[in-house]
């Protein structure tokens, strides 16, 4: 199962895994479940979850039912347990929506729960981050994960979410970090051999390797930052149950 996941994130673009992966995972769901591990999202138990990853695919990650990885999981009880999101009425724009959340998202807020874009077949609007086609103050929460790794200038994407959130708005961008962590963030136009820019940025799409001065360049696009550690706030057994991430930082940003 790892080679074949591993195989698949390699060589099949995103747009095609989402097509689709979620009835082919629905079914060998159906062969993993238990009582070992659950997801919070569907609340259904498993005998473990699927490995993921590109490269040396990690043990227990992958929910075959929601499609939620370790840190989807850590966010949902992040937005249960520490936010508004689930009991108050909000409008949502939802950057490279993940599967995981979309169906729960759009129960909850409607049609005022936005799915965005580049290419992904799943989202409402086809959008560029750099320039996000809605009016100044249109929000009240955005989410954007794993994407700023990817575009070519991410101050100018976490300006343009900024603009789009209204005064008292937040949102929760995370990126990837991959050891070891370095002090500033590092960006290198000339590697274009895709073989290199994995090895120096983590995945040959990546355009940056994040160090810990993202938080840093989150305010550089003026946003407010609470660097939410939430998982230590998590008793031992619940890491366990929902397999989270060990070291996950939730970026909530702000709009002053």
Not at 67 to 92: M, P
Not at 166 to 192: C, M, R
Request: with cysteine; proline share 6%.
């Amino acid at each position: 199962m790892k080679q074949i996941i591993s195989f698949v994130l390699r060589n099949i673009p995103r747009k095609y895994i989402q097509l689709v992966s979620g009835a082919s995972l629905k079914i060998i769901g159906l062969f993993y479940r238990g009582n070992n591990v659950y997801c919070p999202i569907n609340g259904k138990g498993y005998r473990k979850f699927l490995p993921y990853g590109r490269v040396n695919p990690r043990e227990n990650a992958l929910c075959p039912d929601t499609l939620s990885l370790e840190r989807h999981r850590l966010i949902w009880l992040y937005l249960k347990n520490k936010t508004n999101f689930f009991t108050s009425k909000l409008k949502v724009l939802h950057v490279a929506p993940e599967q995981c959340f979309m169906k729960h998202f759009e129960a909850l807020h409607k049609e005022n729960y936005i799915t965005a874009d580049l290419e992904s077949p799943l989202a409402k609007v086809k959008m560029d981050v750099h320039n996000i086609p809605f009016e100044e103050n249109t929000f009240d929460v955005t989410f954007c994960n794993h994407v700023m790794e990817h575009v070519d200038d991410d101050i100018k994407a976490m300006s343009e979410l900024k603009r789009v959130l209204k005064p008292g708005g937040w949102g929760i961008i995370q990126v990837p970090f991959f050891p070891p962590l370095q002090d500033e963030t590092y960006e290198n136009n000339a590697i274009t051999d895709p073989k290199e820019r994995e090895k120096v940025f983590g995945q040959d799409d990546h355009v940056r390797l994040y160090g810990r001065d993202y938080p840093d360049r989150l305010r550089k696009a003026g946003f407010e930052v609470i660097e939410e550690n939430y998982i230590n706030e998590i008793p031992h057994d619940w890491i366990q149950k929902y397999a989270l991430p060990k070291d996950e930082i939730i970026y909530l940003v702000k709009k002053a």
